[in-house]
């Protein structure tokens, strides 16, 4: 079914890892169908990159961004860190010449169209210290390239704050996958970040979440499955699919009260302004 003509565009989506390769091609024919048309796939490691840039070729209305998320941080076999555990300056420099070179190289195509995924994760082993210098390098890169930044943050938004206070992120960027209050909300507004908004929100017992959802401007919002992962309410276990991006925003639009074709042309718009990305 088609959701009254609406376009939906799914900012965080995992489309490249192993879940979607026995069915990839009918899934996104499928969410066409639903109004899905355009699709952002975060990166997460170097080796990741050139998958992700071969699907937007495959795929049409695809996007990747380039960067180190958290939790592949330490798999990295040239990290190299100090007798303090942060990263050593010739590694510090190869992550953003890494960076760099893999956005100026798909810049003729203008599929890679953000930095990121990377940030602060309070719930793997990594230190935050190491994890904090990795978050500072691709802020340094996303300025010098005039890009966006896609952030994730687990259980450390007082750390992201800080460190964003300190290093401004000049393009603009999304707090992916959004759990928090109101205030932390509008703090990230105020640095110029929007708000990633995904399969969370369908679990009553996130009220903290819901209640910052429903006050925040809509010009502030993206919508996100960060399939595979992140099932909605009742799918428990199941793999995630960015098919579901329609039931997240009318979610959205029940806890809003306001329409679906609203909400619909809100996040599509902004998620285009945010990434340019056509």
Known sequence: MHFFGSHFFDSHCHFDFAEFNADRAALWQACNQQGVSRLLIPGVAPEQWPAAAQLCVEYSGLFYAAGIHPYWIEQQQWLQKTADGLPTQKTRAKMIALINDEIVRAGNSSACVA????????????????????LIAHIEVANQLCKPLIVHCVRAHNELIALLKQHKVNYGGVIHAFTGSYEIARTYIDMGFYLGVGGAITYARANKTRAAIKKIPLDFLLLETDAPDMPLQGKQGQRNSPENIPQIAQVLAELREEHLAEIASATWNNTLRLFHAG
Do not use: F, N, S
């Open 115 to 134: 930095v990121g995924e990377c940030g602060l994760d309070g719930m793997i082993a990594t230190p935050l210290a190491l994890q904090q210098q990795v």
